[in-house]
T-cell receptor, first 113, second 111 residues
Framework: DVKVTQSSRYLVKRTGEKVFLECVQD?????MFWYRQDPGLGLRLIYFSYDVKMKEKGDIPEGYSVSREKKERFSLILESASTNQTSMYLCASSSSGNQETQYFGPGTRLLVL | QKEVEQDPGPLSVPEGAIVSLNCTYS??????FMWYRQYSRKGPELLMY????GNKEDGRFTAQVDKSSKYISLFIRDSQPSDSATYLCAMGPDNTDKLIFGTGTRLQVFP
């Protein structure tokens, strides 16, 4: 079974803090994704990586950066957390090729105070 | 206009009912169509996957794609309380691994 794990289920941070969210997958997938999920807005893609050290901006990259130093690990960084970044963050991975299934982690609920 | 439109619900039905969930889209390049199920406080999991037009059946679930109308549906027969979840449609074109998601429809099946 594919397993995607995220470092925290719940996080509470203060405005201005630097926040790291980590995601690890165990299926040797090339692609990894970070989404945020908000009521009424659905899943919105923040960043996407199709290979180690490669990244591509999604629909809402402002205020975020990512790091992919190893194939199995994809980190999302909030450089200076703001209250409007309070959200559910979901990581996913997939094999490369046309629209392979994306497998999701359990999500991290981030609250920025 | 959003690329993918999905009624957020909630949709509340009695156990045993047939449920119909739908999405419309605007991009005629979309070829891959998926339905994900998301239980409360969990990540989405793939339920059905269809390429191009047509129907696909898996147990109590049937996915339909009508590309001429840019309309996709998920039917759940003999719905169960365990089907209570949010259902997300997702779709994308041939030339990318990125998906566009609908906002999700919350389904409640009561005993």
């Amino acid at each position: 079974d594919v397993k995607v794990t995220q470092s925290s289920r719940y996080l509470v941070k203060r405005t201005g803090e630097k926040v790291f969210l980590e995601c690890v997958q165990d299926m040797d997938h090339e692609n990894m994704f970070w989404y945020r999920q908000d009521p009424g807005l659905g899943l919105r893609l923040i960043y996407f990586s199709y290979d180690v050290k490669m990244k591509e901006k999604g629909d809402i990259p402002e205020g975020y950066s990512v790091s992919r130093e190893k194939k199995e690990r994809f980190s999302l960084i909030l450089e200076s957390a703001s209250t409007n970044q309070t959200s559910m963050y979901l990581c996913a991975s997939s094999s490369s090729g046309n629209q392979e299934t994306q497998y999701f982690g359990p999500g991290t609920r981030l609250l920025v105070l | 206009q959003k690329e993918v439109e999905q009624d957020p619900g909630p949709l509340s039905v009695p156990e045993g009912a047939i449920v119909s969930l739908n999405c419309t889209y605007s991009n005629s390049a979309f070829q891959y169509f998926m339905w994900y199920r998301q239980y409360s406080r969990k990540g989405p999991e793939l339920l059905m996957y269809t390429y191009s037009s047509g129907n696909k059946e898996d147990g109590r679930f049937t996915a339909q794609v009508d590309k001429s109308s840019k309309y996709i549906s998920l039917f759940i027969r003999d719905s169960q309380p365990s089907d209570s979840a949010t259902y997300l449609c997702a779709m994308g074109p041939d030339n990318t691994d990125k998906l566009i998601f609908g906002t999700g429809t919350r389904l409640q099946v009561f005993p």
